[in-house]
């Protein structure tokens, strides 16, 4: 058996960010390629998952934490991170308030196991499954991947507004689970406020009277037009 490579990461020293004008891709810029063997070491636990995580940014997938283990001091020694998309749908009863959608779970075995050595203060990583049973987001769709379609706080109530559908998707059923009143006259009226500020701002919605349920909502910023003219193709997102 070959000689195991062991490299030592530290979170410093693995993305950088570039001095492009466009500042959100800059922040993504990998300036290096992360590779994933059995024996690499790491300075610290957030070493080991940052590596992780970026390797999975680099591939296109996600992950999250899985199972730890503990020492006698209630200390993490051994730290478990698995693919996004590990484990089997769940079930829900029909009265369940859980958004209607589809589940992205596909018992993927993509899994990575470090363990901390307490003589040098190193994590090891000491189990590495790099396979999946399913496709991987393409570079162009990234920008899509659930942990991207967020709100800064400050910007949940700003004047300026360039959010995704799911963006405003997420925003709305985050604020209705804080008991908050965000329905779909909200939402077009959100719509409204941006076509006051721009009027080359196209939308059209359609909501069922009797229920006050958003049916169906399509809209277009200038810049939007702007590059359909020249790329002549077009996304869109359907939910429910």
């Known amino acids: ?13 693995v993305v950088s960010e ?12 990998l300036t290096c390629s992360i590779v994933l063997n059995e024996g690499n070491t790491y300075s610290s636990e957030e070493a080991f998952i940052f590596a992780v995580k970026t390797y999975a940014k680099q591939q296109g997938f996600q992950v999250r934490l899985g199972k730890s283990e503990k020492n006698a001091a209630g200390l993490i ?25 589809a589940s992205q779970r596909c018992n993927c075995q993509f899994m ?19 396979e999946h ?5 393409s570079e162009s769709s990234r920008r899509f991947m659930s942990e991207k379609r967020t709100i800064p706080s400050e910007e949940e109530f700003s004047n300026v507004v360039t959010w995704m559908y799911d963006d405003l998707y997420n925003f709305i059923y985050q604020k209705e689970e804080m008991k908050r009143e965000f329905d779909s006259n909200d939402f077009v009226k959100e719509l409204e406020h941006l076509k006051s500020q721009d009027n080359e701002f196209c939308y ?32 869109f997102f359907k939910n429910g």
């Open 112 to 130: 990575a196991r470090a363990s901390l050595n307490s003589s040098n203060g190193l994590w090891y990583l000491i189990l590495v499954r790099l």
């Open 18 to 29: 570039s001095t492009s004008e466009s500042s959100s891709e800059s922040e993504n810029t």
């Open 77 to 101: 020694r051994k730290r478990t991170i698995i693919c996004n998309r590990e484990g089997s749908p769940k079930k829900t009863s029909s009265g369940s308030k859980r958004r209607n959608r």
């Open 133 to 137: 049973n399913h496709s991987m987001v």
């Open 204 to 235: 059209e919605v359609l909501i069922n009277p009797e229920t006050n349920e958003l049916q169906q909502a399509i809209w277009i910023f200038p810049e939007q037009k702007m590059n359909y003219c020249r790329f002549c193709d077009v996304v």
């Open 1 to 13: 058996m070959g000689e195991i490579c062991q490299e030592t990461y530290e979170c410093d020293s």
